[in-house]
């Protein structure tokens, strides 16, 4: 690796660095300030306040880098860049006959690799945190249960609803399941304190163990029920494993699928989302689709970021820094801007959602291959 190599790299992870510090570092006080008291209680039972607090936002700052990874690489370049034109050490390497290309082929190397780590963040490290990241502060402390969006379970009709839903437990609250005519010889409420999801066993396969049942009342005393011979709403009257007041219905919705929001799918790793999209049970939510699409075209517009906003650095004759700074706010603005328009008509199925993910692609790839040309002549 060349002198100038280090030289420029050294300047390029500072930068990165020092935003991603800042930044990150005004989320937490803005954060604390608006959720201190809950901070306080929830560092009571977490070995005090600096230990709550570097265990809580730790792991936010995970999620802080992937959104603002992109970003940060885009202004860490220009910085980088526009400070070596400042100092007239560009002209120099210029001068030498060292072209434009060679001097930030070593800012593409490194904004490579963050981009994978980026990849690699969002595949593995996030989804194995996805609980805790599901859950803010004040959830953490109360134990609040979060609004269950109900949702029809597509091969047995079942609807399923309920009072709330605690993820973390995979539990809901109060539940409240509507049976189709197929099932509902007891009844067509099933009503219990509350459903806690099992994973397939060889007694059973997945679905949710109710305790408590109110309603039907002479539930506990029937036979189970099946639909097309197969067993899907188990009463203790014929399954020992079940007590007198528990009943077991089989469904393959879980309990992730109940919420709103889509903090499970931003924390889902790419086979999660497949999973969801091939599961029977469930219709295809056209946002699953266009966050699977996502994944694939993300580390693509990220390095589209960076060649778009490369020739605002290396063509222009004027070495204004505050300049620049404010082409690349502008450019991240209407690149960002562009993304999620396009993202939300796919979500709303106004446009396929493999179409309003490639579509940003599709624009701004041959705006950065024209701005670039003067970069090579």
């Not at 981009?115 to 859950?135: G, H, K, M, W, Y």
């Not at 189709?180 to 009503?191: A, C």
């Amino acid at each position: 690796m060349a002198i100038i190599d280090r030289y420029l790299l050294k300047n390029f992870l500072g930068v990165f660095a020092v935003f991603f510090i800042s930044f990150f570092g005004l989320f937490v006080v803005g954060d604390t300030v608006n959720n201190f008291s809950e901070i306080l209680r929830y560092a009571e039972s977490n070995g005090g306040l600096l230990r709550a607090v570097l265990k809580y936002y730790g792991l936010r700052s995970l999620v802080f880098f992937d959104w603002m990874n992109p970003l940060l690489i885009l202004v860490a370049t220009m910085f980088t860049i526009a400070t070596f034109r400042r100092h007239n050490e560009m002209t120099a390497l210029m001068a030498a006959g060292i072209r434009n290309e060679r001097m930030v082929r070593p800012l593409l190397i490194m904004s490579c690799i963050l981009v994978l780590l980026a990849v690699v963040n969002r595949e593995c490290i996030l989804p194995s945190f996805r609980q805790d990241l599901s859950t803010n502060i004040q959830n953490i402390r109360n134990d609040k249960t979060d609004a269950i969006v109900p949702v029809y379970d597509n091969q047995t009709d079942i609807l399923l609803s309920g009072e709330g839903i605690v993820l973390v437990d995979e539990r809901i609250v109060e539940p409240n399941f509507f049976l189709p005519r197929t099932l509902d010889q007891y009844g067509v409420q099933l009503l219990g304190r509350e459903a806690t999801f099992q994973p397939s066993t060889n007694e059973h396969p997945q679905g949710y163990l109710f305790s408590g049942i109110r309603q039907p009342e002479e539930l506990v005393t029937e036979s189970s029920l099946k639909l097309n011979g197969v067993p899907i709403l188990y009463t203790p009257q014929d399954t020992l494993w079940l007590k007198s007041d528990q009943c077991f219905v089989v469904s393959s919705v879980e309990p992730k699928l109940l919420i709103g929001g889509g903090n499970w799918q931003q924390f889902s790793s790419t086979l999660e989302l497949m999973g969801a999209l091939e599961n029977p049970s469930v219709k295809h939510n056209p946002g699953i689709e266009v966050e699977l699409h996502s994944r694939f075209v993300q580390p693509f517009l990220d390095l589209n970021l960076l060649l778009l906003g490369l020739p605002l650095v290396l063509t222009r004759q004027s070495r204004s820094l505050f300049f620049s700074v404010g082409l690349c706010v502008l450019l991240i603005v209407v690149f960002m801007g562009v993304i999620m328009l396009c993202h939300n008509l796919g979500s709303s199925s106004l446009l396929s959602p493999a179409l309003s993910v490639w579509l940003p692609l599709m624009v701004f790839v041959p705006m950065a291959v024209a701005s670039s040309l003067p970069l090579y002549e």
